[in-house]
């Protein structure tokens, strides 16, 4: 007997929870399903959002830090003290120099970048000691691996690399809820399964976690483009269509690929992934070095984050149709915290997607505002023609008020949200923690004016 027709038998086996006839009875089911259907994609999609979340935070407070260790620096202005005052001036001679050949440097590359032919004088570099030459070993070492460039090059892809596994078990988790409730899905394999295997299982549900288990794993051996095949296949969901900047997200993983297996350089194999998903590979030769900087993975995080929520969701409201509007409060909640942490990039995309849903008018509008809050903090001052042309005639005023605010015209809401801090629909605290108000507050402070609802 082979998996497939194993499959067979562990599918149509499969318990439909939703559909029980009978509520009080207990259905044995794995230990690490949850209990709630559905509850599986809030919880991995708020564990994934926590994970990246706090990658971001952490990559961004380690590019704050100082490009050299205090106590290195405290080491070095004590060591000058140890040498003969001859050998002191030499080291500041050494040090001059150094400085006037980067300066020479910086010029040169200035004019190449202008199409001249500069010419440029070599460094002669002559230590007379070996202290001295010790000295300057040992303060090029250091920065090579305290430094700012070295430390982010390091930690950006490391960073890259985190957030991309927390994608495939983001991945994982929402393959086995398909998995679950599509139990269909199971019949097709081309692995085998041995009777003595499936005697080796206490139970049929036992086998068939073992099942699903073994589906993911090989699954997740495979490419992102495979997984978007796979999810199409499974529900019907054409991710690209629905996602964003698809193919800067795409780019991701494949940059993922060289960090891993070719320390950022650019390869055949690198260019073709970027081919094959329609993304103009001009400029990139095999060689050059791609890495990871700040500004890319703070991006990369931030549509990662965008793409999960979206994956999550889909899925979610796909599988579970009488709990949409759940599903889409959700991800509304989500992007809040989104806005919150001034993830603009990801608030954007996001806010794209819940605007397409069918979902509650209150979730489409807030997400639309969202939008455009995210469109003015990225600078784009296009955004403010769409919204001077928004209707809020008969919408709740809080939607007037958002209009205004985006388009800094206080004067015009400063009654509106007054009555509304007086009815309680809005609290000081509640615009003191929304960017949306960060003008307003700045305005009425200039003015001395009281944002606490109260004459």
């Known amino acids: ?194 009777l003595e295997e499936l005697n080796t299982y206490a139970t049929i549900e036992d086998a068939r976690e073992a099942l699903i288990f073994r589906r993911i794993e090989s699954l997740l051996m495979e490419s992102v483009d495979n997984w978007i095949k796979w999810i199409d296949r499974t529900t019907n969901i054409k991710l690209p269509n629905i996602v964003g900047d698809w193919m800067e997200t795409r780019e991701i993983f494949a940059r993922r690929n060289i960090i891993v297996h070719a320390g950022g350089v650019a390869s055949r194999r690198y260019i073709s992934d970027l081919e094959r998903a329609g993304i103009d590979t001009k400029g990139i030769s095999v060689g050059q070095d791609i890495g990871v900087d700040p500004q890319y993975l703070d991006q990369a995080l931030q549509r990662l984050i965008a793409f999960g929520l979206i994956l999550v969701h889909s899925v979610w409201a796909r599988l579970h149709k009488p709990l949409a509007d759940t599903a889409a409060a959700w991800i509304s909640d989500r992007q809040e915290g989104l806005i919150h942490q001034q993830m603009w990039t990801a608030t954007l995309l996001t806010s794209r997607y819940i605007e397409s849903l069918e979902a509650n008018r209150h979730i489409v509008l807030d997400a639309r505002v969202n939008g455009w809050l995210a469109h003015k903090k990225l600078d784009d ?59 307003y507050i700045s305005w009425t402070d200039d003015r001395g004016q009281s944002t606490s609802g109260e004459d």
């Open 1 to 194: 007997m082979d998996e497939n027709d194993i499959s067979e038998l562990l599918a149509c086996s499969s318990p439909v929870l939703e559909n029980a006839t009978e509520p009080n009875k207990e259905v044995s089911m794995n230990s690490n399903q949850p209990k709630q259907p559905s509850k599986g994609f809030s919880v991995a999609g708020d564990r994934y959002l926590g994970q990246l979340s706090a990658l971001r935070g952490v990559s961004r407070a380690i590019q704050e830090m100082p490009a050299l260790d205090p106590e290195w620096s405290e080491k070095y202005r004590k060591a000058m003290n140890l040498f003969p005052a001859d050998e002191a001036k030499i080291i500041k001679d050494k040090l001059k120099e150094i400085s006037q050949g980067v300066e020479a440097l910086t010029e040169f590359a200035k004019q190449k970048g202008e199409g001249e032919n500069p010419e440029v004088e070599p460094i002669h570099f002559n230590l007379p000691s070996r202290s001295i030459g010790n000295f300057f070993k040992n303060l090029f070492t250091v920065p090579l691996f305290t430094g700012a460039d070295h430390r982010n090059q390091i930690t950006t892809g490391a960073f890259l690399m985190a957030a991309t596994s927390s994608f495939e078990a983001l991945l994982s988790a929402v393959a086995r809820e398909i998995y679950r409730k599509n139990p269909s899905a199971l019949q097709r394999s081309d692995h085998e399964f041995t």
């Open 381 to 439: 001052t296009s955004v403010a023609t769409h919204v001077r042309s928004w209707d809020v005639t008969g919408l709740a005023r809080k939607y007037s008020i958002a209009k205004c605010l985006l388009l800094d015209d206080f004067d015009r809401c400063k009654e509106d949200i007054d009555a509304e801090l007086k009815n309680q629909a809005l609290t000081p605290y509640e615009m003191f923690m929304n960017p949306l108000f960060e003008g």
